[in-house]
Each structure stands twice: as structure tokens, then as C-alpha cells.
């Protein structure tokens, strides 16, 4: 008898390229697949409407059926009501016994920077600060004098601000569509104003800005995409330099950063002590899906964004539980088929064991 593994998101599109592969590859396994969004959950009568694979046609085609006993959760939230309303039911959903979802996800990135300060990732980890005031920055940015915000929530490089303090004022720099934008404040009193207007809409970390510039000035950093392979186990899957737009400040591909082969990064970057770096990093891909399970909940895949400082040293800059894969379709195509598998062979290892045995999440 087959099992049923749904895919969650919060707007399911069936043109999606990445859920349609897997579906495709879904045929070969004892697999029905769902693609579904929170919002289309009916918690009385525990049934969705969504869509179902068809295996025959190989069309996704519109149905209700019960909840998935697994789930792969890809959904983001944004600041609307839905996205309030479906982070409830994706919470109810997490607290059902008999529903399995891949990976419970991480807290924001606060939480996540509180607990792993405290363990041996700690050296790789910029200073935190959770920002209280408009004041309270205003002193960060004295004191550090070259600063980055973002929300502890936040993801796709959005509202995330560079502030610098110079001789006759502050710039503030952030990345919109259309590119860079900057905007001066010559005091302080405009500048609190404008902060305490941001404050209200986001809740902000700030970190000490990492130089990691190219010779071109154009921000760069690493991305390695790791998941769980058909035995439970972790591995690295992908990595890639990203590099963003001269003079840019986020290294994200939504905007308008490029993927680089490591390996021809590697042989542009002569002044780097490869062998040093290429150890540090082994021990810190190792160590972080241990400690973020240890410390929160089972995952079932993990992106992590790494700087090269200026003076070679490493820092950890980020880490999702929902990854984006074009890293993979860029640069190594030959792969995408044991990608879109991924999730369907770690399904089918969650199906050999016992439900029981496994630590639920509570985000």
C-alpha cells in the first residue's frame, strides 16, 4: 500500500518546476503525492483541498483528500493575516501524532544565535544584538560604526539594511528591485525617526558589517546546501560562491547576486589558504545539522550562507530550513535528479521507522 507525502505551500502553483519533478519522480516510488497550502486545511474533518499526482495522466489535478501522513513543508510566511492564519494551522498540524512532517524548521534568527552562541559553532558567529530602540541602535552604530540590520525573520535579502556612520552624518543603504538605494540623515533626530518608523514594522538584529569584498568590490559568501539522503543521514549536496553586484550589499540570487563554481572560485582566490579554510569548513558543515536538531528539531535539509572575512576568517551568516535549489540547477544539472528524489527517499526511510521514536517540533 502506498503512503501519501504532501507537499505544503502557501500559494501551491502545479507550474512549479521543482514540485513537478518531484512528482515525476515520484512515480517510481509506493509514494501518492499531494500539493497543498495550510489555508486549504479543514481541521474538523481533517481533509485538504488541493492537488493530487496523477500517476496515469501525469498531470497534477485538483481534489480534497485526507491530510498527507507526511508533509514537506515549503511554505513562507509574510506579515498578512493569511500568513498569520496559516502559521496556526501548520502549528495544529505539527502537534498531530499521526502526521510526519520532513523537517520542522528553525525559530527565527535571534532564537537561533541565543542557543548556538552558547555551543562550539560560537567562534564562527558574529556578535548579535537584538535591537530594542531607535536609541539602541544609534548606539550600535556608534559604537561599531559599520552595521548591518535585518529582520529576525526576514529571508531573500529583504529589509535588510547597511548604516554607516561617517563625519557629517549616517547613510543607509538597502537593496530594492531597481538596485541600491541610499539616503543620508545629517543628525541624529531624523535619523531616530526614520528607525523607530522600521522598528515598528520589523523586529531587527544587527551584526558588525564582515568585509568580504571581491577585487571588484562586489560582496561574496558561500552557500552549501545540505539534506538527508535515503538512510537518515546528512550529507553535503552543493556548494557555490555567491557573488553580488559591485558595490552591492546582499549576496541573495533574488537580487541579482550570480552562483560560481567553488572550485573555479578556488583557483581565482590565490591569496586564500585553501587547506586551512577547507578544514574549518568540513568541522562546521559537520557539526551544524547535529546541533540544530540537538538543540531544536529533526530537519530534513539546511542551506547555510558563510562568509570569507577579509583576514580568511569564517563566519556562519545564515541558515535555512527551506532552502532555495537553483544553486544546483545553475551549476550542477547533472544532480537534479537525485534532488528532486530527496525528498521521496527520505519519506520512504521516515516510513521505516517508528513514528514514536521521533522528537516532534513546536514552531
Not at 539546511?302 to 570569507?308: E, R, T, W
Not at 572575512?309 to 544539472?333: A, C, R
Request: with cysteine; proline share 5%; aromatic share 12%.
Amino acid at each position: 500500500m502506498n503512503h501519501s507525502l504532501g507537499i505544503m505551500t502557501l500559494t501551491p502553483q502545479v507550474t512549479n518546476g521543482y514540485f513537478l519533478e518531484i512528482a515525476k519522480q515520484s512515480v517510481s516510488y509506493p509514494i501518492d503525492l499531494y500539493l497543498f497550502s495550510p489555508r486549504g486545511i479543514s481541521p474538523l474533518s481533517e481533509t485538504v483541498e488541493g492537488f493530487h499526482y496523477n500517476r496515469v495522466t501525469g498531470e497534477w489535478e485538483k481534489e480534497a483528500f485526507d491530510i498527507p501522513e507526511y508533509i514537506y513543508d515549503r511554505t513562507y510566511y509574510q506579515k498578512d493575516l493569511h500568513s498569520r492564519q496559516a502559521r496556526a494551522v501548520v502549528q495544529w498540524l505539527k502537534n498531530q501524532k499521526h502526521i510526519r512532517f520532513l523537517g520542522y524548521g528553525l525559530p527565527d534568527k535571534w532564537h537561533l544565535y541565543e542557543k548556538l552562541r552558547h555551543t562550539s559553532l560560537a567562534p564562527y558567529i558574529p556578535e548579535t544584538h537584538l535591537v530594542k530602540s531607535g536609541n539602541h541602535l544609534l548606539n550600535l552604530l556608534t559604537e561599531h560604526t559599520d552595521i548591518i540590520i535585518k529582520p529576525v525573520d526576514g529571508a531573500h535579502g529583504f529589509a535588510v539594511y547597511h548604516l554607516t556612520l561617517l563625519p557629517h552624518g549616517i547613510l543607509v543603504r538597502t537593496t530594492k528591485k531597481q538596485g541600491v538605494i541610499e539616503q543620508s540623515f545629517p543628525g541624529e533626530d531624523v535619523f531616530l525617526k526614520w528607525s523607530e518608523r522600521i522598528l515598528r514594522q520589523h523586529t531587527f538584529i544587527c551584526q558588525k558589517r564582515l568585509l568580504n569584498l571581491t577585487k571588484g568590490d562586489a560582496p561574496f559568501d558561500l552557500r552549501v546546501l545540505l539534506n538527508k539522503d535515503g538512510s537518515g543521514e546528512w550529507r553535503e549536496f552543493q556548494r557555490a560562491t555567491r557573488v553580488g553586484e559591485e558595490k552591492g550589499i546582499l549576496t541573495n540570487i533574488s537580487r541579482g547576486a550570480t552562483y560560481h563554481s567553488y572550485s573555479d572560485w578556488k583557483r581565482t582566490g590565490n591569496s586564500i589558504s585553501w587547506d586551512f579554510i577547507e578544514e574549518e569548513l568540513t568541522t562546521i558543515l559537520e557539526e551544524i545539522p547535529i546541533l540544530l536538531e540537538e538543540h531544536f528539531s529533526p530537519l530534513f535539509e539546511i542551506g547555510v550562507d558563510l562568509i570569507i572575512s577579509q583576514d580568511h576568517s569564517l563566519w556562519i551568516l545564515d541558515m535555512n530550513s527551506k532552502p532555495g535549489h537553483k544553486v544546483v540547477e545553475t551549476l550542477h544539472p547533472e544532480k537534479l535528479s537525485p534532488l528532486y528524489k530527496a525528498p521521496l527517499d527520505y519519506c520512504d526511510f521516515l516510513f521505516s521507522q517508528s513514528l514514536s521514536s521521533l522528537r516532534r517540533g513546536d514552531f
